[in-house]
């Protein structure tokens, strides 16, 4: 059994655990979490989508697109790429230091927190260090940046991130950067948590008044336009640039931006059509998702069986009555029997 339970033991003392045993980040959980949930929804509707009969074509956009916006204002919440930069240095690993290393530095920064990485470059025939960095500074107060920098600072964290970080933490002489993002990305996190509760009440309106749920379409995808181009408006002016080493650092608009501009723009031009169509030809627009669908009490039903009764009633044989004014019912009194008059005056005389 020798090799079996002398695994990561040195002259057979017990197994020694000395290092924490960090890895890199691949990945952000929270945003892994949220687009499982979603891609399973979907995945559901897709395997019982083949059974749907009737209204294919409406079902699978009103569905499509009402998981996606879903998925993409959670997502533009949660995420870490609205405004992006990633740069190739060659910088000192700590301060004070000549020793130079190569590397990629990028700056990810969310609605709520910025992301700094850093990882190491091959040179040459050297293979490439171990180094991965994967630094998160969130900002939700006015100065947890600040303190997450003199945290970072205790920590020894390597020289670019700390230069980088510095940019986001000062307040003063001209280093209101990271006041400025955090601004945008308070107001765009607003504008965000509106457009999740629109989302809600438009897919509740979709179950029972189809109509006012493509209203509620047109109000999402305006929230959503808002919290992009609100969030445009507000970066900072001028832009951030941040030199190392004399590599300059610029950045741009990420995905997360991009995203939630699509997603707005698809949810209320589709909104918009839908209640056009439903203005020109009422109760047209109609999916499986609502309440009582394709049942007696499907509003089409009813609208049908409405529609038999009044052309039943104009097609009889009386027609139907037409209403009749009050000088026609004065004219049109039966006639006044006098010998009726007379016998009743007899008898009240004798």
């Not at 670019?160 to 945008?184: D, K, M, N």
Request: glycine share 8%.
């Amino acid at each position: 059994m020798k090799g079996w339970f002398d695994a990561f033991r040195d002259d057979g003392a017990p197994t020694l655990y000395s290092f924490s045993n960090r890895t890199p980040v691949t990945g952000d959980v929270s945003i892994i979490a949220v687009s499982v949930l979603f891609a399973t929804l979907y995945i559901a509707f897709l395997v019982i989508f083949p059974g749907v009969r009737k209204q294919k074509f409406s079902t699978f956009i009103t569905v499509t697109l009402s998981l996606f916006v879903g998925l993409v204002i959670l997502v533009g919440q949660l995420g870490s790429s609205w405004h992006v930069a990633k740069q190739n240095i060659v910088a000192p690993y700590k301060a004070f230091s000549r020793e130079k290393l190569p590397a990629r530095i990028g700056v990810h920064i969310g609605l709520m927190h910025v992301n700094i990485t850093l990882v190491g470059l091959p040179v040459g025939n050297w293979s490439t260090p171990d180094i991965d960095f994967n630094e998160r500074f969130n900002w939700n107060q006015a100065n947890d940046m600040g303190n997450s920098y003199k945290c970072a600072l205790k920590r020894g964290l390597p020289y670019p991130i700390l230069t980088v970080a510095e940019y986001f933490s000062l307040g003063q002489e001209g280093f209101a950067w990271g006041g400025q993002y955090r601004a945008a990305g308070y107001y765009a996190s607003i504008w965000l948590w509106a457009s999740l509760a629109s989302w809600l009440l438009m897919n509740l309106l979709l179950t029972a008044v189809p109509r006012y749920g493509a209203y509620g379409m047109c109000t999402t995808g305006s929230l959503l336009l808002g919290a992009s181009i609100g969030y445009y408006l507000m970066l900072p002016k001028p832009p951030l640039v941040i030199y190392i080493e004399g590599a300059m650092i610029e950045f741009s608009l990420g995905w997360c931006f991009w995203t939630v501009l699509v997603a707005g723009s698809m949810c209320f031009f589709i909104g918009f059509i839908v209640s056009a169509i439903d203005l020109i030809w009422p109760h047209k627009y109609s999916t499986i998702l609502e309440v009582y669908y394709d049942t007696p009490y499907d509003r089409h039903v009813i609208l049908e069986e409405s529609h038999d009764v009044r052309y039943r009633k104009r097609n009889s044989k009386g027609g139907l009555e037409e209403p009749v004014s009050l000088g026609s019912r004065i004219l049109s009194r039966p006639p006044i029997d006098r010998n009726k008059d007379k016998t009743s005056v007899e008898l009240t005389n004798w």
